[in-house]
Nanobody, 120 residues
Framework: QVQLVESGGGLVQAGGSLRLSCAASGSIFTINSMSWYRQAPGNQRELVATITSNGRTNYADSGKGRFTISRDNAKRTVALQMNSLKPEDTAEYYC??????????????WGQGTQVTVSS
């Protein structure tokens, strides 16, 4: 079994900052890329940022210059630092990990989500 647990969501005023964290645990052999997605009510889930195993990052245009994704391979964690938050950043944020398990299966695993609400 593999689990991803997010934390760090909450309510913040526009212009403020939040740091989301995600910890992976379980029968993990390797963690390939890790990503953050978000889904606002009535919208499709969208990619926010991705970081590869060697630290290469990719951001959606909506977060470029404001969001920073990072990972700690030893701790099996990924974080999303969000600055200059806007009301349109309000969404449920999900951590996802492309992982290979100890029994050799490779697939994407998802966390349960953490709510981010930005008030104007």
């Amino acid at each position: 079994q593999v689990q991803l647990v997010e934390s760090g969501g909450g309510l913040v005023q526009a212009g403020g900052s939040l740091r989301l964290s995600c910890a992976a645990s379980g029968s993990i052999f390797t963690i390939n890329s890790m990503s953050w997605y978000r889904q606002a009510p009535g919208n499709q889930r969208e990619l926010v940022a991705t970081i590869t195993s060697n630290g290469r990052t990719n951001y959606a245009d909506s977060g470029k210059g404001r969001f920073t994704i990072s990972r700690d391979n030893a701790k099996r964690t990924v974080a999303l630092q969000m600055n200059s938050l806007k009301p349109e950043d309000t969404a449920e944020y999900y951590c996802a990990g492309d992982m290979t398990t100890t029994w050799g299966a490779r697939r994407e695993y998802w966390g349960q989500g953490t709510q981010v609400t930005v008030s104007s």
